[in-house]
């Protein structure tokens, strides 16, 4: 259960006949256990998967295609390796199922076995893509700064806040966000939304923290983690929220989100890059 043991950088037969032996699943615990994440989880949240390479046959052999979103809980024991997940879905091409509703339950049943938490799974189809929502990120933007950066590597030195001052309900965001493939090194491009309520963050020294992840190599949820706890760590605040989209690989682009309290599940839409 290993990016090592995965298929992922490594050649691949793809099959077009349904087969759900070829999802693979990554424990959350190792990487967790290094960035300090204990037992008891200090957040809550989702992993909200959207797959736009989906097809299969109706009864008739007629193809079928639709959106499909997936959204893991964040206290999952296992994330699905994105590769696996790719040929698992590629597998549907040439299989023949009843409805759509169907090929739904049978993605929420592998899919849930695999991350061994319940997994829901929707399946947006061709009459109702023009419902699907793009929209850009709330707050304020911190890619407006005009600065030096020299880190490339997670630092959480880069992070301060102003504990002396009263505290502040802030919202930001950057696009600049990258990180790379623990096996293939490929990049992984996206922007990251950061809500908190505590003494204000050094808005330099934040973007310089994301900006330092460009060189990192971590499966999303992990960076989106790191990012979190390293806040917590460094600045303190009494309320946190870390959500990031990246950018579509394979058809897929996936979006976790973690919390500390309570706030609306992410709306799901898409931003321009995705």
């Known amino acids: 259960m290993t990016p090592e043991q995965s298929p992922l950088g490594k050649p691949v037969h793809y099959t077009e006949q349904y087969n759900a032996s070829l999802l693979f ?11 300090g994440v204990g037992a008891r989880l200090p957040f809550f949240g989702t992993d909200i ?68 938490a319940t997994v829901s799974v929707q399946l947006t189809a061709p009459a109702d893509f023009a419902k699907l929502q793009m929209e850009e990120f709330d ?34 965001f950057s696009n600049l966000l990258k990180s790379n493939c623990p096996v293939t090194g490929q990049p992984d491009w996206g922007s990251v939304q950061i809500r908190y309520y505590g003494g204000q963050i050094d808005h330099a020294g934040l973007l310089r923290y994301i900006v330092s992840f460009r060189k990192h190599t971590g499966f999303h949820e992990q960076c989106v983690e790191r990012i979190f706890m390293d806040i917590m760590r460094e600045c303190q605040p009494e309320r946190l929220a870390v959500y990031a989209r990246y950018t579509r690989r394979g058809g897929l682009n996936i979006n976790p989100f973690r919390t500390n309290f309570n706030l609306p599940m992410p709306d799901n839409a898409r931003l321009a890059r995705q």
């Open 139 to 172: 707050g304020l933007s911190l890619d407006r700064l005009d600065l030096d950066c020299n880190v490339f590597s997670p630092d959480a030195s880069l992070l301060s806040a102003a504990h002396d001052e009263a505290p502040v309900d802030e919202t930001l």
């Open 25 to 35: 699943p990554i424990d959350r615990k190792r990487v967790r256990d290094e960035i």
């Open 49 to 116: 998967w959207n797959a736009y390479e989906l097809s299969w046959l109706n009864a008739r052999g007629k193809p079928q295609i639709a959106v499909a979103t997936f959204f893991v809980p964040a206290d999952s024991p296992n994330i699905v390796e994105s590769k696996s997940f790719k040929q698992y879905l590629g597998s549907f091409a040439q299989t023949r199922f009843g409805s759509i509703d169907d090929v739904r339950a049978a993605i929420k049943r592998d899919v849930t076995a695999i991350c061994s």
